[in-house]
């Protein structure tokens, strides 16, 4: 059979068998991402085709990525293991990821010299968030003029964010955010927001958890949140035809100016109105049972895991296959009283060596550490539809764009890759690269998810692809 014809027939009978499709002919909508039987693969080896297709294992499922950042550095000498490659001892700081040291990639060697202070002086924290995912030596301005670049998890999702209802999901639990100068004279834009859609439009991370659900899944009980977000669809779609109706009885009477405005406006609306035509495409979204958020929790630790839920009930669903999760933005001044630390973060990352100083920080790092270990081993936990866990089929990168939160240096930066990448990569190692770009591992990542025709980034060199 000619493989136009064999892809043709793949992609039939994958549309045939689709899951959505046939969780909507069951009635009902359930908390599982697919079915083996409905794996794209499965519809490929039925028309003699073979191999992974775009941001899947070779197995057909999905593969994630997400991205985890804390800010303000680590103290270094609690941070890096004993030993190198396969023969290593997790440090102090990693060591609630001991029972998960198989799924683990300690990076060592990667570098974001952009985020120095090079021509532009202090501010530091504003680079260190600015550049983590672009790479790009961000614009020091207060001001509307911001500039960074395209951060490479929007650069993925540009390739394979189609295959699923959302091309990706931000994350924050800063649920205040400020506006301005932050730090230095740079723009609140840089610490507040990892993604970067282009390089003036950075893309809000949602730090409510019950808004962050509701738009994943709907509104309302288990059993009520499909009814509810097909009701708030037709909604939306009312109110878009509307508009669209009263636009075009307006245009005769507008001024040249006027229409040029109005048709700007309409651009906005018509991308609203293709998003609604895209869900609608995917069919009904799955129902978790799990009880819709409150909002934002009271406590920082629960409002962690929270968010850390969501990423996992996200990717678990398929709602998406892409996303970043900023823990507090760079330069947070946040206090733990859940650790008995009164002081700021921030502050404390400023201890010209006093001892006293130094131990609490460590605290502040084994905490955010005990947080991200909770979220692997429920990644862990959970098993993906080919057999295997949910960490095994993601890339989970977990890191600092800063490295010693004292001096605010920016190479050999704190950073771990956990997962397996559906077998695509070498987890259960320390890896010392020397200086590299982290630029180049981002963008071995990239290629791994499908998108390797995303050759540069920011200050890359190459892709690194021994990751």
Request: hydrophobic share 40%.
């Amino acid at each position: 059979m000619p493989s136009t014809s064999m892809d043709k027939l793949a992609r039939e009978r994958f549309a045939a068998l689709n899951r959505r499709q046939f969780l909507r002919g069951l009635g009902a909508c359930v908390a599982l991402p697919a079915l083996e039987t409905f794996l794209p693969t499965k519809a490929l080896a039925a028309a003699g085709a073979s191999g992974p297709g775009l941001a899947s294992t070779a197995t057909g499922a999905p593969l994630r990525l997400g991205v985890v950042y804390f800010p303000n550095g680590a103290i270094q000498p609690n941070w890096w293991p004993k030993g190198e490659n396969a023969d290593f001892e997790l440090s102090e700081t990693m060591a609630p990821l001991q029972n998960l040291k198989h799924r683990l990639q300690v990076l060592g060697g990667m570098d974001q010299v952009n985020a120095t202070p090079g021509p532009d002086g202090a501010g530091d924290h504003a680079r260190a968030s600015g550049t983590f995912l672009t790479g790009v030596r961000v614009k020091k301005t207060a001001g509307a003029d911001i500039h960074a670049g395209i951060s490479i998890d929007q650069a993925i999702a540009a390739k394979v964010g189609h295959l699923t209802r959302f091309p990706s999901l931000e994350l924050t639990c800063d649920a205040v955010r400020k506006s301005g100068n932050c730090d230095s004279g740079y723009s609140c834009a840089y610490q507040y927001n990892l993604s970067w859609r282009s390089p003036t439009t950075p893309v809000a991370p949602e730090p409510n958890p019950r808004l962050l659900f509701e738009r994943l899944f709907g509104s309302g009980n288990h059993g009520e949140r499909i009814e509810s977000l097909k009701r708030r669809q037709q909604e939306q779609q009312s109110i878009l035809d509307f508009v669209l109706d009263e636009a075009h009885s307006l245009e005769r009477q507008l001024t040249y100016r006027d229409k040029q405005k109005l048709d700007e406006y309409l651009v906005s609306v018509r991308e609203i109105e293709q998003r609604i035509q895209k869900a609608e495409r995917f069919g009904k979204p799955a129902d978790p049972s799990m009880l819709t958020p409150d909002g934002v929790p009271a406590g920082f630790e629960d409002y962690v895991q929270v968010m850390f839920d969501m990423m996992v009930v996200a990717f678990q669903t398929d709602s998406t296959r892409l996303a970043t999760f900023l823990l507090a933005n760079e330069g947070s001044n946040r206090p733990f009283p859940e650790i008995g630390i009164a002081e700021g973060h921030h502050s404390l990352t400023h201890h010209m060596n006093k001892e006293d100083m130094i131990a609490k920080v460590a605290q502040i790092d084994l905490w955010y550490m005990q947080q991200f270990a909770k979220f692997l081993e429920k990644m862990e936990q959970t098993r993906d539809v080919d057999g295997h866990s949910l960490l095994h089929n993601s890339m989970i990168v977990y890191g600092s764009g800063n490295a010693d939160g004292n001096r605010h240096t920016h190479t050999n930066l704190p950073v771990i890759l956990a997962g397996a990448g559906g077998g695509a990569l070498t987890p259960g190692r320390f890896a010392k690269y020397g200086a590299v770009p982290m630029s180049n591992m981002l963008l071995g990542l990239a290629a791994r998810m499908g998108a390797s025709d995303v050759e540069r980034l920011g200050d890359s060199t190459g892709r690194l692809d021994s990751i």
